[in-house]
């Protein structure tokens, strides 16, 4: 029986814009204790990306296609199919995010036809780590936020994009070759390096810790993670960078402890990846999280 005394997940909806086949919305969550609650999308395409650092524990599995043990890792971008219930099981705290919602036809139509969910594509989708479906997110958040004229026109035009971007990525995934990636414990090898050490390794040094060639490594990363290695690092670093904003760090100290060469060398791949300067960053998710929360009744 759950406990009655146990405090529950709330959320409130700062901004919301919606046009033909999208709707998007900029949510925040407060989570006094570690959740775990399931999500389904009945009714189209459920694309969520974490406008705040996700908490490290984020974990996310499909019960009924798996069964209740199997969980992996939730990324900062993850898609929910139609039809499909996924359980996600993450840590306390505030955090935004962007919520999309996508009529299946816009995605079908990439394709040419529906999107048959086995659990290598399943898999590929807890965290997305396309630089085109990121940008696509980053400039939608964006529109939200402060929508300019013609906004739900834009807006259309660009889940339309989203949508294509969407498809082709879920296609590649299924043309990948079943075989060929990298083992779980070298995939948790070059987590674990990451995590420990914000410096970015070198693909030697990466190859050399999976006892693998340059080469190997390449090639079966991408065909584990449906992104280059190269990416990947660079996503992984940011949402490190987050972190450490949110927590207080000036630039100056996570530039250096990220091995860049200056603040402004940090300040300009920060911005490239997540679409505002570190600044900017802090003071906008510093401002939504300390807001009051008012649940909403959805």
């Known amino acids: 029986m759950p406990d009655s005394g146990a405090l529950k997940p709330t959320m409130t909806v700062d901004a919301e814009l919606s046009a ?12 006094p204790e570690p959740t775990a609650t399931q999500h389904s999308a009945a009714d189209g395409y459920h694309v969520n ?23 992996e890792r939730l990324g900062d971008i993850f898609l929910l199919p139609p039809g499909e219930e996924l359980y996600i099981k993450g840590g306390s705290g505030r955090q935004a995010s962007l919520i999309c919602n996508i009529a299946p036809a816009l995605v079908h139509e990439g394709i040419g036809h ?10 590929a989708t807890l965290d997305i780590g396309s630089a085109h479906v990121r940008a696509l997110l980053f400039r939608i958040t964006a ?7 013609a906004a739900r026109r834009m807006m259309e035009l660009l889940g339309g994009e989203l949508a294509i971007e969407l498809a082709r990525y879920c296609h590649e995934v299924a043309e990948r070759p079943v075989t060929g990636g990298l083992a779980g414990w070298r995939l948790r090898l070059i987590d674990e390096r990451l995590a420990d050490d914000l410096a970015a390794p070198s693909l030697k040094e990466l190859s050399q810790l999976c006892s693998l060639s340059v080469r190997q490594l390449t090639r079966g990363f991408r065909v584990s993670r449906a992104c280059s290695i190269g990416d990947y690092i660079e996503q992984r670093r940011m949402e490190a960078a987050k972190r450490l904003l949110m927590e207080g760090e000036s630039v100056k100290t996570i530039s250096f402890r990220m091995g860049f060469a200056s603040p402004s060398s940090f300040t300009f791949a920060f911005r490239r990846a997540v679409g505002a ?11 939504a999280l300390n807001a009051p929360f008012h649940p909403s009744k959805n």
Do not use: N
């Open 20 to 31: 033909p086949g999208i709707s998007a919305r900029i949510v925040r969550f407060d989570m």
């Open 49 to 71: 990306m974490c406008l705040t650092p996700r908490p490290l524990q984020s974990r996310a599995g499909y019960r009924k296609r798996w069964g209740p043990h199997r969980f």
């Open 114 to 123: 529906a999107l048959d969910w086995d659990d290598q594509r399943l898999a």
């Open 143 to 149: 529109e939200v936020r402060h929508p300019g004229l």
């Open 277 to 287: 300067s570190p600044s900017t960053f802090r003071q906008r998710q510093g401002r």
